[in-house]
């Protein structure tokens, strides 16, 4: 096998795995490719995606982030208390989308200001927004209003809401890696950062911007 087609293999292994496991998932059950089947995976797994796509840049960038789901928790915990004292879903979502940027600046400021190494930074941060969370529910399950769980549930023009903000989230990102100069940064930083620096990139500014992202 020449170079080539090795990196033309090693390229598109996520795709090949991908299907791979869709395929011995099929042998298994007949009806694991049934369209309702499928999109009700493809909801369930939205939220996650929407979470990868953010981690996407920080992992562009050589960084890692632990944080991403004790930013989740903390984000629908408060959200979530204040629906039941009475807020508006509009306030809700705004209070969670802050929260995101919040915790996503703490984890860049620590980072690329103090230079704390991301693996320890973004860990410490997992188990702070975790207990914060646990203490802020009293661990226990919230019975949240009706208009709340339309997120997760409702349809615009008949698709899923979370499908819809999935695909919104993976055009915008793909339009930032691939057709700005900021996506290019991105990809020079995570390739070699000292020479995007002396290219005159501002490194610090890109790392702290992508773990804002994720954090958002």
Not at 56 to 80: E, P, Q, R
Request: glycine share 8%; charged share 10%.
């Amino acid at each position: 096998m020449n170079r080539r087609a090795l990196q033309a293999l090693l390229n598109s292994a996520p795709l090949v795995l991908f299907a791979i496991v869709m395929t011995a998932l099929a042998l298994c059950s007949p009806k694991f490719l049934e369209v309702r089947n499928l999109a009700n995976i493809l909801v369930q797994s939205s939220s996650t995606a929407i979470v990868a796509i953010g981690m996407t840049f920080v992992l562009l960038t050589a960084g890692v982030d632990l944080s991403v789901g004790a930013i989740m928790f903390v984000a629908a915990a408060l959200a979530g208390k204040m629906m039941l004292q009475g807020a508006s879903l509009a306030f809700a979502v705004t209070v969670m989308l802050a929260t995101g940027l919040m915790c996503g600046a703490i984890n860049a400021f620590f980072i690329s200001r103090l230079r704390i190494i991301p693996f320890i930074m973004t860990l410490a941060a997992l188990y702070l927004g975790r207990g914060f969370a646990l203490w802020l529910t009293e661990t226990r399950a919230m019975n949240l209003p009706e208009s709340f769980l339309q997120l997760g549930a409702g349809r615009l023009a008949g698709v899923p809401v979370p499908v819809v903000i999935l695909g919104a989230t993976v055009i915008v990102a793909h339009l930032v890696l691939t057709r700005t100069p900021f996506g290019r940064k991105i990809y020079a930083v995570g390739h070699n950062a000292e020479m995007a620096r002396k290219a005159g990139i501002d490194t610090v500014a890109i790392i702290a911007a992508v773990y804002v992202i994720s954090g958002f």
